[in-house]
């Protein structure tokens, strides 16, 4: 059974830090381009940063470079996202998606999405 689960949201102060964690099972994450996208209230979900599996590029929403990182541990099938110096508009629910091939942002594109998991920066 192909599953994604996020973990690692919560309560943070702006300028603090959260480390996301995007598990896999039931496939081999490694094989996949993954995103994170995040979702803020009352907006429309967007890409926030995208780990292609092609070419182990890494691409970012412009508001987040310098700030967020991306990784992926492949003995242990997971993808990260580490957010440093995390500010209010980073609230949202993340969700980490899954898709073949090149790095993409359309949400279309992607496969297999978790759940989401709640980031509540405040100021």
């Known amino acids: 059974q192909v599953q994604l689960v996020e973990s690692g949201g919560g309560l943070v102060q702006a300028g603090g830090s959260l480390r996301l964690t995007c598990a896999a099972s039931?496939?081999?994450?490694?094989?996949?381009?993954v995103t994170w996208f995040r979702q803020a209230p009352g907006k429309e979900r967007e890409g926030v940063s995208c780990?292609?599996?092609?070419?182990?590029?890494?691409f970012y929403k412009a508001s987040v470079k310098g700030r967020f990182t991306i990784s992926r541990d492949n003995t242990k099938n997971m993808v990260y996202l580490r957010m440093n110096s995390l500010k209010p508009e980073d609230t949202g629910v993340y969700f980490c998606?899954?898709?073949?091939?090149?790095?993409?942002?359309?949400?279309?594109?992607?496969?297999?999405w978790g759940q989401g998991t709640q980031v509540t920066v405040s100021s």
């Open positions: 998606a899954t898709k073949r091939g090149t790095a993409s942002w359309l949400q279309s594109d992607y496969d297999s």
């Open positions: 039931g496939f081999i994450l490694s094989h996949y381009t």
């Open positions: 780990l292609s599996t092609t070419d182990d590029r890494e």
